[in-house]
């Protein structure tokens, strides 16, 4: 690696390890094999490692998608620069997954609002449910009692620690 950076080689074959904290401006032209197994944040990281300088640079995908969640992966990696946009597309390809528990992907627990669509509605609903909460943070209030109860009967299996205070 210090070779290389140093300029001593021309050449780096190198694992995903380079997608973070490699900064070598002169890197021009990066080959990325089987590209439709990585995801676009991956990607968006691994190409970002070169065109650092004012010469011109080369991000070359190589694989066979054979899905159409990996095609669409690799035609948004190919038109898409910003790394917002980047992301919005992939939260449109992959789904919002999980909003309580581990699955980062697939089907969303919103059953009619969609997080891409209802963006607005969505964060003025979360701006209400702060204030309940910053104003009632345990929801013992008369008022908010009933939201407490479907919450714990909703989300008990997630939210254990939530009412423990």
């Known amino acids: 690696m210090a070779l290389f950076a140093r300029g001593e080689l021309d050449i780096l074959i190198s694992t995903t390890v380079i997608e973070v904290g490699i ?3 002169n890197a021009t032209v990066m080959l990325i094999e089987d590209a439709e197994r990585f995801g676009l944040a991956q990607l968006h990281q691994l190409r970002g490692r070169i065109g650092r300088s004012g010469l011109k640079s080369y991000c070359i995908l190589f694989g066979e998608p054979t899905t159409d ?3 669409q992966r690799i035609n948004a990696i190919r038109t898409i620069k910003d790394g917002f946009k980047l992301a919005e597309a992939d939260l449109q390809i992959r789904g919002e997954g999980q909003l309580f528990g581990t699955r980062q ?3 969303p627990d919103l059953r009619i609002a969609k997080l891409t669509r209802d963006y ?3 964060t003025d609903a979360r701006r209400e449910a702060f204030s309940v909460v ?3 943070p345990a929801l013992a209030k008369p008022e908010n009692r009933m939201l407490r109860e479907e919450i714990r009967t909703r989300f008990a299996h997630n ?3 939530l009412f423990q205070a």
């Open 134 to 136: 910053d104003n009632d």
């Open 105 to 107: 992907s697939g089907l």
């Open 69 to 71: 969640e990996g095609k």
């Open 120 to 122: 607005e509605i969505l």
């Open 159 to 161: 939210l254990d620690w």
């Open 23 to 25: 900064d070598i401006a």
